[in-house]
C-alpha cells in the first residue's frame, strides 16, 4: 500500500511562484509514474502534470506547459511540481497521484491507484 502526504500549498499572488511536494511511503516509489491533478468546486478534476518512474520522460496539460516543472527525488521517495508564474484559474485542489508500479506516466486519472489528500492552491489577481 502506498500513502501520499502533499505540501507548499497556500495563498499566492498572480505571477508568483509555489513548489508542492508529494511524500510517498512504501518500497516501491521509485518504480512508479507519479501525476499531479488539480480540481476547483464545481469542475471536474483535470491532469495537470506526469512523470515516469524513472524520471526520463514528463508530460504537461497545455494550460501549465512552459510555467509547471515536475520532478522527482527517487532517494527521497518525493516527487515535486514547481509552479511560476501563477494565474488566477491556477487556483485548485492539487492533488498527487501514484500508478502501479512498473506502469508508464499517464494523463488520465483512471489509471492512478493512489491518491493523496490534496493540497490548496489558490491565487488571487
Known amino acids: 500500500q502506498v500513502q501520499l502526504v502533499e505540501s507548499g500549498g497556500g495563498l499566492v499572488q498572480a505571477g508568483g511562484s509555489l513548489r508542492l511536494s508529494c511524500a510517498a511511503s512504501?518500497?516501491?516509489?521509485?518504480?512508479?509514474?507519479m501525476g499531479w491533478f488539480r480540481q476547483d468546486p464545481g469542475r471536474e478534476r483535470e491532469f495537470v502534470a506526469s512523470?515516469?518512474?524513472?524520471?526520463?520522460?514528463?508530460y504537461y496539460a497545455d494550460s501549465v506547459k512552459g510555467r509547471f516543472t515536475v520532478s522527482r527525488d527517487n532517494a527521497k521517495n518525493t516527487v515535486y511540481l514547481q509552479m511560476n508564474n501563477l494565474k488566477s484559474e491556477d487556483t485548485a485542489v492539487y492533488y498527487c497521484?501514484?500508478?502501479?508500479?512498473?506502469?508508464?506516466?499517464?494523463?488520465?486519472?483512471?489509471?492512478?491507484?493512489?491518491w493523496g489528500q490534496g493540497t490548496q492552491v489558490t491565487v488571487s489577481s
Open positions: 497521484a501514484a500508478r502501479p508500479p512498473l506502469y508508464s506516466a499517464s494523463y488520465d486519472d483512471r489509471d492512478y491507484d493512489y
Open positions: 512504501g518500497r516501491t516509489f521509485s518504480r512508479q509514474a
Open positions: 512523470i515516469a518512474w524513472s524520471g526520463r520522460n514528463t
